[in-house]
T-cell receptor, first 114, second 111 residues
Framework: DAGITQSPRHKVTETGTPVTLRCHQT?????MYWYRQDPGHGLRLIHY???????DKGEVSDGYSVSRSKTEDFLLTLESATSSQTSVYFC?????????????FGEGSRLTVL | KQEVTQIPAALSVPEGENLVLNCSFT??????LQWFRQDPGKGLTSLLL?????REQTSGRLNASLDKSSGRSTLYIAASQPGDSATYLC??????????FGAGTTVTVRA
């Protein structure tokens, strides 16, 4: 199994509070991704990173920001959580990028915003 | 925009039967297609990655084919077992480097 650790695995928070989810990898892969999975919508890309300090938006990036200061860590921040951000968040990594690289996923972080 | 469809949404088969899972995509200009397995409450496990230049990939009891011209990929699982019960998702990488997922097919293998 790819060495991907997400934390926290479960979190309950209130509307308006900031939340940070962490993805840590031990594979030294260049590319890292944050997805959310919702019933009826499948998996949707939030943000991705193609190197340290290099990030870009995905299809559902509004309300989210990311940072990558080290190869192994990719942080997803909800500046002010809303109920619509209740979801399961998955981190993924790939070695060679989206056109050739196999994607490996973490176990997910379940976030509930009350 | 790439649309990926998986039909049926759910499938129930007796143990030992071969499984055939379908994945269709609207834009044939893809870089690769990947099949995943997801168990309840878990992350996605990569099963097979097929590059656009390939027509199939095999791993053990799993075989995946890719027909770009018709916009289809098929995952075959031979001699199904109860442990194969899970949701299977396909995902296609398009020319805009975006990965588009299907909604998945939930498989139940009855003992």
């Amino acid at each position: 199994d790819a060495g991907i650790t997400q934390s926290p695995r479960h979190k309950v928070t209130e509307t308006g509070t900031p939340v940070t989810l962490r993805c840590h990898q031990t594979e030294n892969h260049r590319y890292m991704y944050w997805y959310r999975q919702d019933p009826g919508h499948g998996l949707r890309l939030i943000h991705y990173s193609y190197g340290v300090k290099d990030t870009d938006k995905g299809e559902v990036s509004d309300g989210y920001s990311v940072s990558r200061s080290k190869t192994e860590d990719f942080l997803l921040t909800l500046e002010s959580a809303t109920s619509s951000q209740t979801s399961v968040y998955f981190c993924a990594i790939s070695e060679t990028g989206p056109t050739t690289g196999e994607l490996f996923f973490g176990e997910g972080s379940r976030l509930t915003v009350l | 925009k790439q649309e990926v469809t998986q039909i049926p949404a759910a499938l129930s088969v007796p143990e030992g039967e071969n499984l055939v899972l379908n994945c269709s995509f609207t834009d044939s200009a893809i870089y690769n297609l990947q099949w995943f397995r997801q168990d309840p409450g878990k992350g996605l496990t990569s099963l097979l990655l097929i590059q656009s230049s390939q027509r199939e990939q095999t791993s053990g009891r799993l075989n995946a084919s890719l027909d770009k011209s018709s916009g289809r990929s098929t995952l075959y699982i031979a001699a199904s077992q109860p442990g194969d019960s899970a949701t299977y998702l396909c995902a296609a990488i398009s020319n805009d480097y975006k990965l588009s997922f299907g909604a998945g097919t939930t498989v139940t293998v009855r003992a």
